[in-house]
């Protein structure tokens, strides 16, 4: 029977389907371009590929394009009948998934991964600070990430996309420095991995490497296409560091080319999944804003107006914390308060905070914006997200404090839980 990079086998003859599955798997690993079209390449060798049906709604459910993903899912359980065990259970952890059924599917997924540990499209879901982990707006989420990876690890070997993971497990654990050893040794093994070289980012950003990264980044991506997943993501690492630096040009132009929502078909602007594009596009305006750097209301309007059109419904913490961050900047008091009143999951009370904080930010009632964003700081890790991207809440307080004149206990907050990051390039006015 014909198998996958891992080892594992395929209910397909085709060795055509086998072959762009493998393909697909790969690219959508490494978040290159090509994954969905690959997928499409292998269902059309055998339709009856039941893998290769689910494997394709992931990947649409991935990208953000859900209403694309009920043809390939429902095909998929049709064909589940009569496949291997790990097959029928694949095809029924994914459709849990790809449905929007995501505590089911974590259940599902962690039973399959005791008995099928390197099953890697299953174990996908719930690596990174955006899979089911990483949104499961638990407490603890962070170590639970590691204790995930960790367990893995005997099962992957030297595997590139593995060891990626497990740095990216490391690094929001706090483990820097087996974070940079573990993001080597995989992007060694293959230098074109887009998930290696944004983890690679994130831990030279940890390490307060500013120009190592930014150099290291910068190089990288030329190379990258801009269809690729995190083309967004990388383009506003890119952009964050430009602004610590002080090269406002840099920053604006990477923000209006690859990071800002785009205006319409043909015109410059971000491409990706819609929560990167709307959560890097308001963290950039307001990193900018918070360093001194004026962010036109034109800009935070079309944010704004993305978050409307893309998360029209509280429904994911991250996004909801970012749709009312740009909301609140754009003077949309009636989005936040919404956003406010309608939070829903498990992290639903942080979200309510923080879109109370925002409100009272573009109020200049800094006060109630720092009792807001207090309540938040032993856990809003909850809300998802890297620690990278969560010091955007981190700085919001220390500017609610610069506001008020409580500039020593901005220093101390700041050299108590970012030591490592530069004052004067976070927030203006903290030296």
């Known amino acids: 029977m014909l198998q996958d990079r891992y080892g594992n086998s395929l209910s397909t003859d085709s060795n ?21 079209g690959a997928f499409e390449a292998a269902v059309a ?28 899912a429902g095909r998929s359980a049709q064909l589940a009948e009569g496949l291997s065990e790990r097959e029928a259970a694949h095809v029924t952890a994914l459709g849990l998934l790809v449905s929007g059924q995501g505590p089911a599917a974590y259940k599902a997924i962690r039973a399959h ?115 690729g997943q995190l083309h967004c993501h990388i383009s506003w690492h890119i952009a964050l560091w430009a602004l610590e630096q002080g090269d406002l040009e840099t920053m604006w132009r990477v923000y209006d080319a690859d990071v800002a929502p785009s205006s319409g078909e043909g015109s410059s602007g971000a491409w990706g999944p819609p929560v990167n594009v ?62 406010a009143a309608e939070a829903k999951g498990p992290a639903a009370d942080i979200v309510r905070e923080l879109a109370e904080a925002f409100a009272a930010m573009a109020a200049g009632n800094w006060a109630e914006a720092e009792t807001h964003l207090a309540r938040t700081m032993s ?8 620690r990278a991207q969560r010091d955007l809440v981190e700085y919001a307080l220390l500017n609610a404090l610069l506001k008020q004149g409580k500039a020593e206990e901005a220093r101390l907050l700041l050299s108590t839980r970012r030591p490592l990051k530069v004052a004067s390039a976070a927030v203006k006015g903290l030296t």
């Not at 034109?298 to 009312?324: G, K, L, M, T």
């Not at 856990?379 to 890297?386: L, M, Q």
Request: charged share 20%.
């Open 16 to 36: 055509a389907a086998r072959d762009a599955y493998v393909d697909g798997l790969d690219r959508f690993l490494a978040a290159q371009s090509g994954a969905e």
């Open 379 to 386: 856990s809003h890790e909850r809300i998802g997200g890297s």
């Open 113 to 227: 991964l005791l008995d099928h540990p390197r099953d890697a499209l299953v174990a996908q879901t719930c690596t990174g600070v955006f899979g089911l982990i990483g949104f499961s707006g638990q407490p603890g989420r962070e170590a639970e990430q590691l204790a995930f990876t960790a367990g893995l690890a005997p099962h992957y070997g030297e595997d590139w996309w593995f060891l990626c993971q497990h740095a990216f497990s490391q690094v929001e654990a706090g483990q820097t420095g087996p974070a940079t050893a573990t993001i080597e040794r995989s992007m060694a093994l293959n230098p074109r991995n887009a998930h290696g070289a944004h983890i690679r980012s994130h831990v030279y950003y940890e390490a307060g490497e500013t120009a190592a990264g930014y150099g290291y980044i910068s190089d990288w991506v030329r190379d990258y296409d801009k269809s």
């Open 45 to 72: 060798a055998d339709p009856d590929f039941a893998l290769g049906q689910i494997g394709l709604a992931r990947i649409r459910q991935a990208m953000g394009q859900g209403h694309d993903v009920s043809g390939p």
């Open 278 to 339: 709307l959560t890097d596009a308001a963290a950039l305006l307001y990193r900018a804003e918070l360093a001194g750097v004026e962010a036109p209301a034109a800009r935070w309007q079309a944010v704004s107006a993305y978050a409307a059109r893309c998360f029209p419904n509280p429904a994911i913490a991250f996004a909801d914390v970012h749709a009312a961050l740009a909301h609140a900047m754009a003077g949309n008091g009636a989005a936040v308060a919404r956003i």
